[in-house]
């Protein structure tokens, strides 16, 4: 057994409000002194830049594009956009440090994801702002970056990662099996884990994104706090049925998707409440609908992300299913800061040359490892 090491995680994901960091110890198969986390939200002007970046990726990397002619403007404000995003993780690391007493010394290894900005497995194309290196400088902390560029490579869906680690977590608590952990972000996935370790992972659909989407268009609210709006709305049928009859959602795993693959309402289709209420019942029926891609179903349902702060989301999935569901938090798992903490596990993982994904997690043909260390400078 290797020693545990001291990581920190940190995860921007794809709603691009900001960055968790997460504390804990692992040796990359075991979990210890876990719970510390704290969220770090971008400023308002660069979360916009964000989006512009993600905007400039599409153009740059999008289908569409038949020529490789990219406008040097557009590689511009990617470059200076992923400055901005490793200067703004340094300093949530520096914060994060201070909040708890801690100084770089306690901390052997960062595990930093980036800002996905462009995804496209089957293109083989998956792009996270975030520069590894920049960031073990500013912070003089050794740093694994880039995870998903490998298993892309090796024709991997690139995505979900998370999986590994919700299996490691899994297995602290006597739940019994299979358990399904379904993770509501901008994108929702899910980890079904069974009884002798099996593992299959795939992206199910929307978690917020479309809602978040919805909210801002109609009524420039970042999200629908608390489900407020959809629980006044009404779930437009013929709507949620035009919206759910996307093939994505039927093919089988494995399976990834970016953020604007699919299509959310269309300006001022419905009312802000019933879209809110359409939108919601469609991540519900979504994350319902996936167990006709497992082998058996769940006996429970864990929701984690910021989706399973939402009682509309909840209610709804916990009426579309069969078997108990319950949140990450009332399990003792910290539901808000459960990415930080995987990506802070896999990059011990990816130090020890340990698999990160795996067949029935992203397709990828043989168990593969991931990510690139950037050295701190010694001293
Ligand atoms: N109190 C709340 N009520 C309703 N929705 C909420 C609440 N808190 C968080 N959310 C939703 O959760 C979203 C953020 O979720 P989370 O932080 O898990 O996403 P992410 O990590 O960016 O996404 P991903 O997992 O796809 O990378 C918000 O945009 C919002 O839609
Ligand atoms: C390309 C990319 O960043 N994908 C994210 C996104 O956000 C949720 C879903 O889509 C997920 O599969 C993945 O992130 C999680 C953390 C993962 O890889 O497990």
């Given at each position: 057994?290797?020693?545990?090491?001291?990581?920190?995680?940190?995860?921007?994901?794809?709603?691009?409000?900001?960055?968790?960091?997460?504390?804990?110890?692992?040796?990359?198969?075991?979990?210890?002194?876990?719970?510390?986390?704290?969220?770090?939200?971008?400023?308002?002007?660069?979360?916009?830049?964000?989006?512009?970046?993600?905007?400039?990726?599409?153009?740059?990397?999008?289908?569409?594009?038949?020529s490789h002619a990219v406008d040097p403007e557009d590689m511009a404000l990617l470059e200076a956009v992923e400055r901005e995003v490793t200067e703004l993780h340094a300093k949530a690391i520096s914060d994060f440090l201070d909040a708890f007493g801690l100084?770089?010394?306690?901390?052997?290894?960062?595990?930093?994801?980036?800002?996905?900005?462009?995804?496209?497995?089957?293109?083989?194309?998956?792009?996270?702002?975030?520069?590894?290196?920049?960031?073990?400088?500013?912070?003089?902390?050794?740093?694994?970056?880039?995870?998903?560029?490998?298993?892309?490579?090796?024709?991997?869906?690139?995505?979900?990662?998370?999986?590994?680690?919700?299996?490691?977590?899994?297995?602290?608590?006597?739940?019994?099996?299979?358990?399904?952990?379904?993770?509501?972000?901008?994108?929702?996935?899910?980890?079904?884990?069974?009884?002798?370790?099996?593992?299959?992972?795939?992206?199910?659909?929307?978690?917020?994104?479309?809602?978040?989407?919805?909210?801002?268009?109609?009524?420039?609210?970042?999200?629908?706090?608390?489900?407020?709006?959809?629980?006044?709305?009404?779930?437009?049928?013929?709507?949620?049925?035009?919206?759910?009859?996307?093939?994505?959602?039927?093919?089988?795993?494995?399976?990834?998707?970016?953020?604007?693959?699919?299509?959310?309402?269309?300006?001022?289709?419905?009312?802000?409440?019933?879209?809110?209420?359409?939108?919601?019942?469609?991540?519900?029926?979504?994350?319902?609908?996936?167990?006709?891609?497992?082998?058996?179903?769940?006996?429970?349902?864990?929701?984690?992300?910021?989706?399973?702060?939402?009682?509309?989301?909840?209610?709804?999935?916990?009426?579309?299913?069969?078997?108990?569901?319950?949140?990450?938090?009332?399990?003792?798992?910290?539901?808000?800061?459960?990415?930080?903490?995987?990506?802070?596990?896999?990059?011990?993982?990816?130090?020890?040359?340990?698999?990160?994904?795996?067949?029935?997690?992203?397709?990828?043909?043989?168990?593969?490892?991931?990510?690139?260390?950037?050295?701190?400078?010694?001293?």
């Amino acid at each position: 057994m290797h020693d545990a090491v001291t990581v920190l995680g940190l995860m921007s994901g794809t709603s691009m409000d900001g960055i968790d960091v997460a504390l804990l110890s692992t040796d990359g198969e075991r979990l210890t002194d876990r719970g510390r986390g704290l969220s770090y939200p971008y400023p308002l002007d660069a979360r916009d830049r964000v989006r512009e970046a993600s905007k400039a990726a599409w153009r740059i990397w999008g289908p569409h594009v038949k020529s490789h002619a990219v406008d040097p403007e557009d590689m511009a404000l990617l470059e200076a956009v992923e400055r901005e995003v490793t200067e703004l993780h340094a300093k949530a690391i520096s914060d994060f440090l201070d909040a708890f007493g801690l100084s770089r010394k306690d901390i052997n290894l960062i595990g930093f994801h980036g800002q996905t900005v462009f995804h496209d497995a089957s293109r083989r194309i998956t792009r996270q702002l975030g520069n590894g290196p920049l960031l073990a400088q500013l912070a003089r902390i050794d740093v694994v970056h880039d995870f998903r560029s490998a298993d892309v490579a090796a024709g991997g869906q690139g995505a979900p990662l998370v999986p590994v680690y919700h299996r490691a977590v899994s297995d602290e608590i006597g739940f019994e099996k299979p358990l399904a952990v379904v993770n509501i972000g901008g994108i929702a996935n899910i980890t079904w884990i069974d009884a002798d370790g099996t593992v299959i992972a795939f992206d199910i659909g929307p978690g917020n994104c479309m809602l978040d989407e919805w909210m801002q268009q109609e009524a420039g609210l970042a999200f629908d706090r608390n489900g407020e709006a959809a629980l006044r709305g009404k779930v437009d049928k013929a709507v949620l049925k035009r919206l759910a009859s996307h093939p994505f959602y039927r093919r089988k795993p494995p399976k990834s998707l970016d953020r604007y693959d699919l299509p959310g309402l269309k300006e001022r289709e419905l009312s802000l409440e019933d879209g809110a209420a359409t939108l919601t019942a469609l991540t519900a029926r979504e994350i319902a609908a996936c167990a006709e891609f497992l082998p058996k179903r769940p006996r429970r349902w864990v929701l984690a992300g910021g989706g399973a702060k939402n009682p509309a989301i909840v209610q709804a999935i916990a009426e579309a299913v069969r078997e108990p569901v319950i949140s990450a938090d009332e399990m003792g798992w910290s539901a808000e800061h459960f990415e930080a903490e995987a990506f802070g596990f896999l990059a011990v993982r990816a130090l020890r040359k340990l698999p990160l994904t795996f067949p029935l997690t992203t397709g990828v043909q043989r168990p593969l490892t991931g990510g690139r260390l950037a050295r701190a400078p010694r001293g």
